[in-house]
């Protein structure tokens, strides 16, 4: 069953920095557009970044914008989020997805009904 797993999430300090991965089992990555969403307590799933599958076109919601990088990596099957400058306002899990119809991120992202094989998520807490 194809699926991601996503990892490096955990504690940190206002400023501090993070990296997630977001490794895929049971399918090849390349030809699928990724993104990464993001939930909060309470509050709906939000695209926070997205990763075309041939050109490699990046997407960030704008509070993230200068702050996080997406990259994919095929030959490992997986996807990064470095997350740097990280605020009480990122605390979240954080998962990833494939895009459903498209290897391109435009007309998808960041709406989380285009995407799927979520992964169970990462908990990201940003906290002093």
């Known amino acids: 069953q194809a699926q991601f797993v996503e990892s490096g999430g955990g504690l940190v300090q206002p400023g501090g920095s993070l990296r997630l991965s977001c490794a895929a089992s049971g399918f090849g990555l390349d030809g699928y557009a990724i993104a990464w969403f993001r939930q909060a307590p309470g509050k709906e799933r939000e695209g926070v970044s997205c990763?075309?599958?041939?050109?490699?076109?990046?997407y960030y919601k704008d509070s993230v914008k200068g702050r996080f990088t997406i990259s994919r990596d095929n030959s490992k099957n997986t996807v990064y989020l470095q997350m740097h400058s990280l605020k009480p306002e990122d605390t979240a899990v954080y998962y990833c997805?494939?895009?459903?119809?498209?290897?391109?991120?435009?007309?998808?992202?960041?709406?989380?009904?285009?995407?799927?094989?979520w992964g169970q998520g990462t908990q990201v807490t940003v906290s002093s």
């Open positions: 997805a494939t895009g459903l119809f498209t290897g391109q991120c435009g007309g998808s992202w960041p709406s989380a009904r285009k995407f799927g094989s």
């Open positions: 990763i075309s599958a041939s050109d490699g076109i990046k």
